[in-house]
C-alpha cells in the first residue's frame, strides 16, 4: 500500500510538472498574435477576461523593505479575487497618493516593483497572463526621480513640433525603464476659455497646433510601434470637448455643434492617431446630455469605423461611477458599466463598475462575446509589446539612466523654446550681466511653483528656480532676493522689504503669476482633482480642480508690483502661469513682459537664458490672451462675422494667438503661390530675413480664409507653421504643402468637401501680425491656379 501510495505521489508530481512546462500556443511567440489571442482567450474564464478590463490604483500594491520592494497584501487579495490585468499610477507620488521622497519609489526600487508584481502575477496566477501598468505622463513621468518638462501650454509654445518629439523619447524611455508600459498624455483638449483649471496640461487653443504638437509626442513616445524597446502605449487625453465646458467648470457639460466636433475638436485626435496613439482616455463631461463615457457614436462609430482606431479606449478615472452618482442616467452602478462597454470603452479606470459585469452576463444584460472584444483589444497590445516573453526590466539600468544630464538638456532646450516675450519696451531687454538685479516675487525662489499639475516630489536642487538661475548667470553677489508676497496668502506679505530690494538695484526681475503646487494640506477628490476651499491658502490657483471665476493675480501680487513700480527702477515682469492670466497692468506698467508657462525642472536657467541674451526668446502664445474676462471666450479663428466692441472696451484680446517678440527683427517678402505637379495642392513660400543684430528663430504661420463658403467659416485658421532659425543678416525661404485636407470645409452634409472659389492665404509672425496676403482660387474641377 506504502509503494502504490509513493508511486501515486511521483505520478501526480510528475503530472503537474509535465502540464507547468507544457506550451500553449499564447505562450509561443513564433505565431501570429491574432492566433495568439484567440488561443488565450479560449482558455479564459468569465472572471479572468473581466480582469483584464479593471485597471486599479496601485500605489498601495508595494512594500518596500530595505533595498528590496516586495506585493502588498492588498494587491495580492485583488489578483486573487478580480484577476486584475491592468494597473494605474504604481509608481505615483505626490500629496494626493500620500508618498513622498521618503517612502515613495526611486527609479531603481521602481523598477523593482514593477518586477515584483509581475512576478507574482505570472508565478500566481492560472494563465500567467502579464500586467500592463499605466503612468501619467502629461509632462514627463509622474514619478519620483523622473525628468520634468515644461507643461503642455509651454510645450505648445515652442511651436517645434522637432522637440516635442525628442521629448516624447525621453518621457518613453524613463517609463519603460522603470516597468511601465502606457504613458497618460498628450493632453488634446481645445483651451478655449482660460477659467478653466486643466489649461496647463493642453496644447492651447487650435487645432493644428495641438495636433502637430500631440502627434510629435506620440512619435516620440513610439508611435505604435510596440516592438521597440522604449515604446509606450500613447493615451490621448480626454475624449472630448473636456477644455470647452460651460462657464469654465471642470467637468461641466459642454456644448458643442456636430459641425464643431468635426471642425475643431475631432481633428488632433486624429492626427495623432495616425501617428501610432494606441489608446484613447474618455472625459468627464456630457456633451448634448450625453455622458462622453457613454458615447457609442463617437468611440465605435467614429474613433473606430472611420478612423480604424485598432487600440482601446479606458475611462478617465471613475467616470464610468460619475454617469451613476453625479449625472444620474443609469440606475445602478452595474447598468453604468453595460452602458460603457456596449459604448466601446474597454478598461474601467477604478475597476467598480467593471467588476460588476460577470453579474450582468449571468443575468443576460451583456452579451460575453462583447467582454471578449474589449479583453482582445487589450491583450493583442500586450503581445504586441513582447510582455509575455520580456516582463521584466533591469533595476539597475533604470537608476542609471533616469534623469540623465542628456534628458535634463531636453528639459532645458524645451523651456527655453518655450519662454514668450510679450513686450520689450525701449529694448530693456537683455540685461546687462555687469547690473544689480533684484529678483523679488512669490514665484522667484519656489521650486514646485515652477511644475506645474501632475508633478511627483523633487528632491533638493533638482529644480532650478529663477533666484537660482540668475545667481549662476551673474553671481550672487550682483543679486538682491525679497519674496514680497505669496501668490493666494495675504498674510505672508512683506512688501516693504522688496521695495527696498529694488531700491538697491539697477533693474527688478518680479516673478508672479500662479502655481498648481499640490500640498499636503489641500484636499482631494477620489478623482485626484484639488478642492478648493477657504480654510487652507496655499499657492495652488491652478491645476485639475482649481477653476476660476476671474483672471487676475491673486493675494497681494498687484500692491507688490506696483510698488516696486513707484520705485523708478526698469520693472521686468515674468509670468509663471498654467493659464493666460490677465495681464493689462503688467502691459501698460512693465519695461519687459514674459510669461514661462510652467517651464520645469529646468526653467529658472532658461529664464535667466533669456533676460540676460544667451537665448534669443522665440516662444508664441499658443492661445489668445483675453483683455478681460467678459470676453471669454475669445479664441483667433472665431467664425464671421467680425466681433464688434463692446460697450465698455474694445472686443480685441490683449494678446493675438501666436505672439510672441525676438531680439531680433524679421522680413518677409516674395509670397509664391503656385499649383504642385499633380495640380490639386500649392505650394506657398515665401523669403524670411534676419534684419536684426542678433541670431534667432522666427516662427513661421500660415493661416487661410475661405472667401465664399457654403457653411460658415473662421475669419482665419492656422494651417501651417515652421520654427526656423536665421543667423543676423541672413534669409531662408519658407515652404509650406497645401493639401486638399487644408483647403476643404465641413459641408451642409456634415462631410467635408472642396468647394470651388477663392482662398485668401495670410503669412506672417502672429494671428494678427499678417506680413504677406495672396490669393489662390480653386477651379470646379479642384485645379487651382
Known sequence: ????????????????????????????????????????????????????????????????????????????????????????????????????????????????????????????????????????????????????????????????????????EVIGKEIRLQGGHISYGPVLDLARDPRWSRVEETYGEDPVLTGEIGAAMVRGTGGGLLHRPYSTLATLKHFIAYGTTESGQNGAPSFIGQRELLENFLPPFRKAIDAGALSVM???????????????????????????????????????????NNYHVTHSLQEAGIQSLQAGV?????????????????????????????????????FEMGLFENPYVEPKKAAREVGTAQAKEVALQTARASVTLLKNEQHILPLKK???????????????????????????????????????????????????????????SNIAEAVNAARKADAVVVCVGGSSARDF????????????????????????????ATLGVLGH???????????????????????????????????????????????????????????????????????????IPVYYNKKAPVPHDYVEMSAKPLYPFGHGLSYTSFEYSHLQITPAADGKQFTVSCNVRNTGNYDGDEVVQLYLHDEIA????PLKQLKHFKRIHIKRGESTTIKFLLTDEDLSVIGKDMKPVIEPGDFTIMVGASSEDIRLTGTLTVKNDGHGN
Open 1 to 168: 500500500m506504502k509503494r502504490f501510495l509513493l508511486f501515486f505521489g511521483f505520478c501526480v508530481i510528475c503530472s503537474i510538472t509535465v502540464s507547468a512546462q507544457k506550451k500553449f500556443p499564447y505562450q509561443d511567440a513564433s505565431l501570429p498574435v491574432d492566433q495568439r489571442v484567440d488561443d488565450l482567450i479560449g482558455r479564459m474564464t468569465l472572471e479572468e477576461k473581466i480582469g483584464q478590463l479593471r485597471c486599479t490604483l496601485a500605489w498601495d500594491y508595494y512594500s518596500i523593505q530595505g533595498k528590496n520592494v516586495v506585493p502588498s497584501e492588498k494587491f495580492k487579495k485583488d489578483i486573487r479575487e478580480g484577476n486584475i490585468g491592468m494597473l494605474w499610477a504604481t509608481y505615483r507620488a505626490d500629496p494626493w497618493t500620500r508618498k513622498s521622497l521618503e517612502n515613495g519609489l526611486t527609479p531603481e526600487l521602481a523598477a523593482k516593483a514593477g518586477n515584483a508584481l509581475q512576478r507574482y502575477v505570472i508565478e500566481n496566477t492560472r494563465l500567467g497572463i502579464p500586467l500592463f501598468l499605466a503612468e501619467e505622463a502629461p509632462h514627463g513621468h509622474m514619478a519620483i526621480g523622473a525628468t520634468v518638462f515644461p507643461t503642455g501650454i509651454g510645450m505648445a509654445a515652442t511651436w517645434s513640433p522637432e522637440l516635442i518629439e525628442r521629448v516624447g
Open 282 to 324: 474618455t472625459s468627464y463631461n456630457s456633451m448634448d446630455g450625453i455622458p462622453c463615457t457613454a458615447n457609442g457614436y463617437l468611440l465605435n462609430d467614429v474613433l473606430r469605423g472611420e478612423w480604424n482606431f485598432r487600440g482601446f479606449v479606458v475611462s478617465d478615472l471613475y467616470s464610468i461611477d460619475v454617469m451613476h
Open 346 to 382: 474597454d478598461a474601467d479606470l477604478g475597476a467598480n463598475a467593471y467588476a460588476l459585469l460577470g453579474d450582468a452576463v449571468h443575468k443576460n444584460l451583456i452579451r460575453e462575446k462583447d467582454i471578449d472584444t474589449a479583453v482582445r483589444r487589450i491583450l493583442r497590445l500586450k
Open 434 to 492: 555687469d547690473m544689480h538685479v533684484a529678483v523679488i516675487g512669490p514665484n522667484a525662489d519656489n521650486c514646485y511653483n515652477m511644475l506645474g499639475d501632475y508633478t511627483s516630489p523633487q528632491p533638493d536642487g533638482k529644480v532650478i528656480t529663477i533666484l537660482d538661475g540668475i545667481k549662476k548667470k551673474i553671481g550672487a553677489e550682483h543679486v538682491i532676493y525679497a519674496k514680497g508676497c505669496a501668490v493666494r496668502d495675504t498674510t505672508e
Open 521 to 548: 494640506k489641500t484636499s482631494y477628490k477620489e478623482t485626484g482633482a484639488a478642492i478648493a476651499d477657504t480654510k487652507t491658502i496655499s499657492d495652488m490657483d491652478c491645476g485639475e480642480g482649481f477653476d476660476r
Open 557 to 631: 501680487q498687484q500692491k507688490l508690483m506696483e510698488a516696486l513700480k513707484q520705485t523708478g527702477k526698469p520693472l521686468i515682469i515674468v509670468y509663471i502661469e498654467g493659464r493666460p492670466l490677465e495681464k493689462n497692468w503688467a502691459h501698460r506698467n512693465g519695461d519687459a513682459l514674459l510669461t514661462a508657462y510652467y517651464p520645469g525642472e529646468e526653467g529658472g536657467t532658461a529664464i535667466a537664458d533669456v533676460l540676460f541674451g544667451d537665448y534669443n526668446p522665440a516662444g508664441r502664445l499658443p492661445v489668445t490672451v483675453p483683455a478681460n474676462v467678459g470676453q
Open 710 to 713: 457654403s457653411t460658415v467659416q
